[in-house]
């Protein structure tokens, strides 16, 4: 007699459903790219979000040999038709995400691939972190198209995760420089609400320059709230994708926004301070996030645990 048997024997067959249900972790469709090189996108989406005791599925949109911060022109594999493919196979298989959670996206394809996901999972959570560039600056793959399809994604999301650079370019507002006050931090906020997202969060968000973090929004409650850390010297790679992954991996653990925020901004500062000790100015690998999952796994679960 099988395990499945065994339990048959001691619980009704609906009770034997039901338990293995509440067993089977939450799982989210990550629709980001893969850099070989560097620490970013889903390379420490998957472990981070792993263990927090959700199950990442990775539908890579495009593969590049290296991040594209300093190593060169990386070489570039397309993801679209595996894409394709990947979504019809989980569809024949009946598996059901709890969330879908999308990042770069490299072009209005990719972008359509994304939406699809939406549609045949409409009762996912839709994350949607609209990586198009930063400091003041888009990436040069994007364009007025590129932009206008990343607009329709953001219409159809739950929490948006936009940086500042991403912010005012989705509103169609010429980029503003920090520090900012919590006002336009409001207002920036409110704006992207109004394309439909129930709670936006803005990441390297700061309002004096001795400190950085988040701020976020909930529509539904119009709360906001501001999570700021010592801002340590330097660039880091991949912190963005390490910030939208915890925050996601602590709401799906039950937290509310802004201890979401909280967690997110305290493990992306731990991961910082740490790289800056071992690394120096030497940062173009990405942070050393692994030795600090420990920290996330306590700072997160142990809470859920009492």
Not at 84 to 110: K, N, P, W
Not at 157 to 180: Q, R, S, V, W
Request: proline fraction near 4%; charge should be negative.
């Amino acid at each position: 007699m099988g395990w499945l048997g065994l339990w048959e024997k001691a619980y009704s067959a609906k009770e034997v459903s039901f338990l293995l249900k509440i067993t089977e972790p939450k799982k989210v469709l990550c629709i980001h790219d893969l850099s070989g090189v560097g620490r970013c996108s889903l390379a420490v989406i998957l472990p981070v979000l792993s263990v927090m005791g959700i199950q990442p599925v990775a539908l890579p949109t495009v593969v590049l040999s290296t991040h594209t911060g300093g190593f060169g022109t990386p070489a570039r594999l397309d993801g679209c038709a595996y894409g394709e493919a990947a979504l019809e196979h989980y569809r024949e298989l009946g598996l059901s995400f709890d969330c879908i959670y999308t990042g770069y996206l490299g072009g209005e394809e990719q972008a359509a691939l994304a939406e699809k996901a939406f549609d045949l999972w409409p009762s996912a959570y839709k994350v949607v972190d609209p990586v198009m560039g930063d400091n003041g600056t888009l990436y040069g793959i994007f364009n007025k198209e590129t932009a206008r399809s990343m607009t329709r994604l953001c219409e159809k999301a739950d929490i948006l995760t936009p940086n500042m650079t991403e912010a005012y370019c989705l509103l169609h507002e010429p980029f503003k420089d920090g520090p900012y006050d919590e006002k336009e931090l409001k207002r920036v906020m409110k704006a992207l609400s109004d394309f439909g997202p129930k709670v936006v969060i803005l990441t390297g968000a700061y309002t004096d320059e001795e400190t950085i973090g988040a701020a976020c929004y909930d529509r539904e409650k119009d709360e906001t709230a501001l999570v700021l850390s010592d801002r340590v010297p330097g660039k880091y790679h991949g912190t963005g994708d390490i910030f939208a992954a915890v925050m996601l991996g602590a709401m799906l653990n039950g937290k509310t926004v802004k201890e979401a925020c909280a967690a997110a901004v305290r493990y992306t500062a731990k991961c910082i301070e740490e790289t800056r000790k071992a690394c120096g100015d030497n940062t173009i690998w990405g942070v050393k996030f692994e030795k600090c999952l420990p920290f996330l796994m306590h700072d997160v679960l142990t809470e859920n645990d009492k």
